[in-house]
């Protein structure tokens, strides 16, 4: 059948680190970088936490991800980074360091609801990320926002899916998932009965069995051209 309601995590999807404050972060403690060098391992980095899969909550993941963009881009002294993640989660539960919207974001979310698609964000969070999509001028583009640190349950978890097509009036056969994890989002989706599409924007799961699109626009591409 054909999709009427597209579910969207946040981070990743809608919304990405803002390495340049991370870059500055990192200055405070005497490390020089540029945020186009931690951008640029930051899918390598994301797929090698996914792909490990240990079970750890997402928002332990979250940080795992920066840990392991700092290590591949060469920067070492466990204090040092101990200190600037400290300083980076305050910056965080505050305001949310997710805060870079890319260009292609605005039109795609548009585009969608121009079709007549419902937008409804469900994603892993810590209870200001409706806040946060107000921040960056996101949150008159959609329809519905699940937090799961409100509902006390995350992905890849079936419930918060659940609870997320109960309150948007949505039905599992004409709704869609997309997220950037494959353990959290599609593992999560599938779960509860729900089409699946990895946003795979470093190309890295070539081997993963499940629908994959390198870019918001092209999900929009897909779904919009899709009969209603």
Request: proline residues 4%.
């Amino acid at each position: 059948m054909a999709i009427d309601t597209v579910f969207l995590d946040a981070g990743g999807v809608l919304v990405f680190p803002n390495w340049e404050r991370v870059a500055s972060a990192l200055a405070v403690y005497g490390i020089r970088t540029t945020a186009a060098a931690l951008a640029a391992v930051e899918w390598r980095a994301k797929h090698e936490v996914d792909t490990r899969a240990r079970g750890e909550g997402d928002v332990i993941r979250g940080w795992l991800v920066f840990e392991r963009v700092f290590a591949l881009a060469g920067i070492t002294g466990p204090a040092t980074i101990a200190a600037t993640l400290g300083d980076l989660q305050s910056y965080h539960a505050e305001f949310n360091l997710w805060e870079r919207v890319p260009p292609d974001v605005v039109p795609a979310l548009q585009r969608l609801r121009a079709s007549g698609r419902k937008l409804v964000v469900v994603s892993n969070a810590n209870g200001r990320i409706r806040a946060a999509l107000e921040r960056v001028g996101l949150a008159p583009h959609l329809d519905l926002v699940i937090d799961s640190q409100e509902e006390g349950v995350e992905k890849p978890d079936p419930r918060i899916f659940e609870r997320a097509l109960e309150r948007a009036g949505a039905r599992q056969e004409t709704t869609l998932h997309v997220g950037d994890l494959f353990h959290t989002d599609v593992v999560g989706a599938r779960g509860a009965g729900l089409r699946a599409v990895l946003l795979d924007l470093g190309g890295l799961y070539h081997d993963h069995d499940c629908e994959r699109v390198a870019s918001l626009g092209e999900l929009a591409d897909v779904i919009t051209t899709e009969p209603r």
